[in-house]
């Protein structure tokens, strides 16, 4: 079935400094990409999503790229800031069977210290 | 305002008990669906549903069922609790088929003892 896997599963950076988190999945039909951020004890919310015909979004801080042809995508902080700590998911809908769904990655945790 | 609210919010039940949780989305969004939290698993889908009447297995739903019997609600049923169901569990819900955000309820913590 679809697979999308996330790596890496935790990452501690400085304050100031970038932080990288990338996926990969299986279904190559699969033509949408968000990202979600889960603070502690709250609800995942969307941060920044990406479609198939697009290379590369950006939203002040954040950006994220996706490389169809790998099959893989990736969500950029730059400038991160203590408030960036949280897990972060990224999630890709697949459509194979005739359905479409969002499959997750493993999530990975960010911790930014001051 | 609209909003996606589960109930309980939280729940300790003994193995072997019945057990549903409540889903309401007041945004009359068509797709809804139903994950688990686990650490190292992330999010995994349980069941979700296109619409009235629509239900579809999701990659771990066996001991999980889900009825759709109006656009608002989506209920999950244990239908015989076991220890390994302990998890967090998220409901969510989108517009429709097309690619859109997904916006989840505030968990539901339950414990099977």
């Known amino acids: 079935g679809e697979n999308v896997e996330q790596h890496p599963s935790t990452l501690s950076v400085q304050e100031g400094d970038s932080a990288v988190i990338k996926c990969t999945y299986s279904?190559?039909?699969?033509?949408?990409f968000p990202w979600y951020k889960q603070e502690l004890g709250k609800r995942p919310q969307l941060i920044i999503d990406?479609?198939?015909?697009?290379g590369e979004k950006k939203d002040q801080r954040i950006a994220v790229t996706l490389n169809k042809t790998a099959k893989h995508f990736s969500l950029h902080i730059t400038e991160t800031q203590p408030e960036d700590s949280a897990v972060y998911f990224c999630?890709?809908?697949?459509?194979?069977?005739?359905?479409?769904?969002?499959?997750f990655g493993a999530g990975t945790r960010l911790a930014v210290h001051p | 305002d609209a909003e996606i609210t589960q109930s309980p919010r939280h729940k300790i039940t003994e193995t072997g008990r019945q057990v549903t949780l409540a889903c309401h989305q007041t945004?009359?969004?068509?797709?809804m669906f139903w994950y688990r939290q686990d650490l190292g698993h992330g999010l995994r889908l349980i069941h979700y549903?296109?619409?009235?009447?629509?239900?579809n297995k999701g990659e771990v739903s066996d001991g999980y069922s889900v009825s759709r019997s109006n656009t608002e609600d989506l209920p999950l049923t244990l239908e015989s609790a076991a220890s390994s169901q302990t998890s967090v569990y998220f409901c969510?819900?989108?517009?429709?088929?097309?690619?859109?955000?997904?916006?989840f309820g505030q968990g539901t913590r339950l414990t099977v003892v």
């Open positions: 945004w009359n969004h068509n797709n």
């Open positions: 999630a890709a809908r697949g459509i194979s069977g005739g359905y479409n769904k969002l499959i």
């Open positions: 990406i479609r198939s015909n697009v």
């Open positions: 549903s296109y619409g009235v009447q629509d239900t």
């Open positions: 969510a819900s989108r517009p429709g088929t097309g690619s859109t955000e997904a916006f």
């Open positions: 279904d190559s039909a699969s033509n949408y």
